[in-house]
Every structure is written in structure tokens, then in C-alpha cells.
């Protein structure tokens, strides 16, 4: 069945470096994928999101980039701060009324 | 406005027991989805309510159900409870004019755990 992969599951990185968190999706159809971050002991909450009819979007420090062909896209942060740990989740729709979701990847900020 | 609220916040219970967990969306919101999230397995679609119609489910047993209501509340049960069943279960309200390609809103979850 359709599935998202999401990598790393852990991403350790020094203050103030950019962090990438990749995902690769399989359902060719897939038109809508989202970045979700949820804080410990939070919910998870929308970041950014970018539909297949755009390569790349940007949101101040975070930037998403959509690879159709190779069917995967990914989230760059730069200039991470503290707050920036958190666990952020990835997901893929799978026609109009579902998302398949990656696992998660769990960012440390090391000061 | 309020934002999506889920309760109980907590529940504890015994396997073999049923529990039904409860979320009410965002005012205006006619989406509802419910989640399990568990340590390492990131969020399990459950199904997807648009006026009290289930429009989606996701790859669970019958023994996980959920309704929604004329007000757009909605209900998930599970019978039979399984200590595999433990874990955050979170509900997301949208406007639903894109089906869930759209900005969800996630509530603070229902924490179940089965013993």
C-alpha cells in the first residue's frame, strides 16, 4: 500500500546550523504534503505545506522542496534556534480525504 | 475562537472494556479525523468525518469505530480494548473544503492506556 518514509528518525544539530529532514512518498497521485511540528507534550501543528504544482516554498527560516520525479520532498530549516526541538512529521494525501503520514523525526537543537 | 477540544484527557482502562473518546472541532470546522499516535510509529490514520459522513478509514479493525454528529462533534469507540490499544489518539478539525488537503487543527489528545 501507499506509505511515506521519513528520515532521519533522530537529527542532532549545533545551534544556528540548518537541519533537513527528507521524505519520500509512493503514491504517484499524491498532490499535498505537509510538515507538522509537535513540541513536547504539544500538538502537532501545520508549518508549512506545498502542493505538487510548486517546486519550492518558503516561510522565513523554513523552506520545503518537491521532487516529482524521484517522489520526495523535504524540509530545510536554517539558522536553528532552541525552539526549533521538536518532533516533525511529514505526510503525503492519499486521494482527497486522507494523508499518509511519515514517522516522525525527532530534531535536537544542541546549544 | 476555541480551539479543538478532546475529552478525557486521560483514561485508564482494562483490557476487554470499551471506551468512547470525544472531540469537538473549531466552530465553523465540518472535518473531522482521528489519529492513534504511538512512540516510533508517528500518527495512524483512523477515519475521516464530514457531515456525520465517514468519507475515509484507515487501516484498522472493526473493533474502531467513530460518528459524527449534526453539529459536527464526533465519537470514537473502541470495544474490546487490547493493550496494543494504548496510546495518544488525537483529533484534527478543518473546514474541509479541500478534504484534508488543508490546514488541520489538532486537539491535546486523549491518553489511553490499557492494563
Known amino acids: 500500500g501507499e506509505n511515506v518514509e521519513q528520515h532521519p528518525s533522530t537529527l542532532s544539530v549545533q545551534e544556528g546550523d540548518s537541519a533537513v529532514i527528507k521524505c519520500t512518498y509512493s503514491?504517484?497521485?499524491?498532490?499535498?504534503f505537509p510538515w507538522y511540528k509537535q513540541e513536547l507534550g504539544k500538538r502537532p501543528q501545520l508549518i508549512i505545506d506545498i502542493r505538487s504544482n510548486v517546486g519550492e516554498k518558503k516561510d522565513q527560516r523554513i523552506a520545503v522542496t518537491l521532487n516529482k520525479t524521484a517522489k520526495h520532498f523535504s524540509l530545510h530549516i536554517t539558522e536553528t534556534q532552541p525552539e526549533d526541538s521538536a518532533v516533525y512529521f511529514c505526510?503525503?494525501?492519499?486521494?482527497?480525504?486522507?494523508?499518509?503520514w511519515g514517522a516522525g523525526t525527532k530534531l535536537i537543537i544542541k546549544p | 475562537k476555541a480551539g479543538v477540544t478532546q475529552t478525557p484527557r486521560y483514561l485508564i482502562k482494562t483490557r476487554g472494556q470499551q471506551v468512547t473518546l470525544s472531540c469537538s472541532p473549531i466552530?465553523?470546522?465540518?472535518?473531522v479525523s482521528w489519529y492513534q499516535q504511538t512512540p516510533g510509529q508517528g500518527l495512524q490514520f483512523l477515519f475521516e468525518?464530514?457531515?456525520?459522513?465517514?468519507?475515509n478509514k484507515g487501516n484498522f479493525p472493526g473493533r474502531f469505530s467513530g460518528r459524527q454528529f449534526s453539529n459536527s462533534r464526533s465519537e470514537m469507540n473502541v470495544s474490546t480494548l487490547e493493550l496494543g490499544d494504548s496510546a495518544l489518539y488525537l483529533c484534527?478539525?478543518?473546514?474541509?473544503?479541500?478534504?484534508?488537503?488543508?490546514?488541520?487543527?489538532f486537539g491535546s489528545g486523549t491518553q489511553l492506556s490499557v492494563l
Open positions: 466552530s465553523g470546522h465540518r472535518s
Open positions: 468525518y464530514f457531515s456525520e459522513t465517514q468519507r
Open positions: 484534527a478539525s478543518s473546514l474541509a473544503g479541500g478534504g484534508l488537503r488543508e490546514k488541520l487543527f
Open positions: 505526510a503525503a494525501s492519499k486521494g482527497n480525504y486522507q494523508l499518509i
Open positions: 503514491d504517484s497521485a499524491s498532490n499535498y
